[in-house]
């Protein structure tokens, strides 16, 4: 296969927001773009990162939050923080003021670093935040519920009530597709989803080379967060 064309100086890599719901299968498809040298950044694994053991912000957060949030091995306790800010309206708005701006930062670093004439950004709640905006395309994961609800159980271990009421907390299937560009339906062996992927990943190439008029996704990104550039 030849390598992709290097893209030309001042080019800026096409976004492609992957969502989907629970267990839909994003994890797999990102695994898939990423395969074919494609750069994926996570938000999950962003927002894990920032407040990694030894970080400035984890500091912030046990001396905002009480120490009682740190784990023996220095880490911080997530179930605890949800917890506490889970019936605090207030303390939730002080809990993401310090948290977004941080994994804004840290995306854009990544975003810079990794290039490629287009990026996947696995965004799980895109359609719950309404950050369709934010991407040049959006591609939905879809899974029919019953698939959803079977591999929810088999990956987590929980029972069928317990997989149905995290699927009713989530966007709704038809929210979701409203604000898609793009599809891939997972509802087979995972086998199906590789020319799936393939298929994609050609249509992005072509849009990523193809002509671009002044790019309003990163316009809105500039727009939204002046103090982070
Ligand atoms: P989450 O929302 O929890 O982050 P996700 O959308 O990233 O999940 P995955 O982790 O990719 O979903 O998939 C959920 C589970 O279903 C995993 O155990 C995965 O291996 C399995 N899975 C995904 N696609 C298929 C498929 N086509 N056939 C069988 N199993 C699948």
Redesign the pocket.
Known sequence: MHPDPAPPAGFKPLRIGLT????????????QFSALGVPVIDA?QVAREVVAPGTGLLAQLFASFGAELRRPDGSLDRAALRQLVFADAGKRRQLEALLHPAIRRRTELLAAAAGGPYQIH?I?LLVETQAGSQYDRVLL?E?PEA??LA??Q???GCDAAQARAMLVSQASREARLAAADDVIL????????GPKVAALHQNYLALAAAPRAPDPAAEHRAAEHPADR
């Open positions: 989907g719901g629970i267990a839909s299968g994003k994890t797999t498809v990102a695994l999950d696995v799980p994961v899974c698939a959803q591999r929810l088999a990956r987590d997972n509802d087979a062996a995972l086998s199906a989803l």
